[in-house]
Nanobody
Framework: EVQLQASGGGLVQTGGSLRLSCLVS????????IGWFRRAPGKERQGVSC??????????HYLDAVKGRFTMSRDNAKNTVYLEMNSLKPEDTAVYYC????????????????????WGQGTQVTVSS
């Protein structure tokens, strides 16, 4: 059974930084995409970033609104993916989720939530103005 556990959220001032972590367990294949999503109050869930592949074949994709501020990475030895968030803005306030999609969907770009098969619990990020 695939399980994901997100952590690292918190309260930060505008311009601050946070690093989210997502511990992934139970994967039996190397062919998968991991994504970060967020849901702000009253809004639909939104894809933030995703990662697929390894080494020179690794691909990451980002929501335009976070490009240049957020960086997604992975530590395979720790089965963990990260979302480094810098220059945070109040509009980044949301519950952030990590998810796994079976297969190479992540080669296509920032794929929608319907492609994902497994979800972790969310972690709250609040950016004060």
């Amino acid at each position: 059974e695939v399980q994901l556990q997100a952590s690292g959220g918190g309260l930060v001032q505008t311009g601050g930084s946070l690093r989210l972590s997502c511990l992934v367990s139970g994967l039996t294949s190397d062919d998968y995409t991991i994504g970060w999503f967020r849901r702000a109050p009253g809004k639909e869930r939104q894809g933030v970033s995703c990662i697929y592949g390894y080494g020179t074949n690794e691909r990451t994709h980002y929501l335009d609104a976070v490009k240049g501020r957020f960086t997604m990475s992975r530590d395979n030895a720790k089965n963990t993916v990260y979302l480094e968030m810098n220059s945070l803005k109040p509009e980044d306030t949301a519950v952030y989720y990590c998810a796994v999609a079976k297969g190479a969907w992540g080669r296509l770009g920032l794929i929608k939530d319907v492609y994902y098969d497994y979800w972790g619990q969310g972690t709250q990020v609040t950016v004060s103005s």
